[in-house]
């Protein structure tokens, strides 16, 4: 795998598991309480949602896979306890080292316009296979922050 795709996987992996550790040893309560702040997520949902984005941009969208992506069922999910949430990531984190070997150097400057069910919230827009692999590593950094903050309140609650 040529070296720039190499660190991005160890990157998007690294932050998914840091998430994973982010939820370890919390109740099935603390990682589905949300903060009594309007448009608050649960550790849960921002896990759930940061996989979600994951998948969809990696392999959908970077990748060329056929993928499909249920947004608004990201923030409505609900979970017990992380090894489920850590078992997905795994199996992600093996689909993405099986799909990423096959782009080239060359391939991470191709050009492309999403589609709206992977993008996300806004219009799509073009974009290039790098701008996709590293808006996964922004994306992943961005909830891991606020997740630590959401667990902490979780975490003060009881």
């Known amino acids: 795998m040529h070296s720039e795709l190499a660190a991005y996987q160890a990157s998007i992996d690294k932050r ?10 919390m109740t099935a309560a603390q990682l589905n309480f949300r903060p009594p702040i309007d448009g ?7 896990a759930t ?3 979600g984005n ?10 060329g896979q056929p993928a499909s992506r249920d947004r608004p069922a990201e923030f409505a999910a609900a979970g017990n306890d992380a090894a489920s949430l850590r078992a997905n990531v795994r199996l992600f984190s093996r689909e993405m080292a099986e799909a990423l070997p096959r782009l080239s ?3 991470l400057d191709r050009r492309l316009v999403p589609s709206k069910e992977l993008w996300g919230e806004t219009e799509p827009h073009e974009i ?3 701008d996709a692999l590293l808006q996964v590593i922004e994306h992943a950094s961005l909830h891991l922050g606020h997740l630590h903050v959401t667990r902490d309140l979780a975490l003060s609650q009881d």
Do not use: F, K
Not at 16 to 25: K, N, R, S, T, Y
Not at 54 to 63: D, E, F, H, T
């Open 105 to 107: 150097a060359a391939d």
């Open 128 to 130: 290039s296979v790098r």
């Open 49 to 51: 949602h940061t996989l």
């Open 40 to 46: 608050a997520n649960s550790a849960w949902v921002l």
């Open 54 to 63: 994951a998948r969809a941009w990696v392999l959908g969208i970077a990748c």
């Open 16 to 25: 998914l598991e840091q998430i994973c550790d982010c939820l370890d040893g």
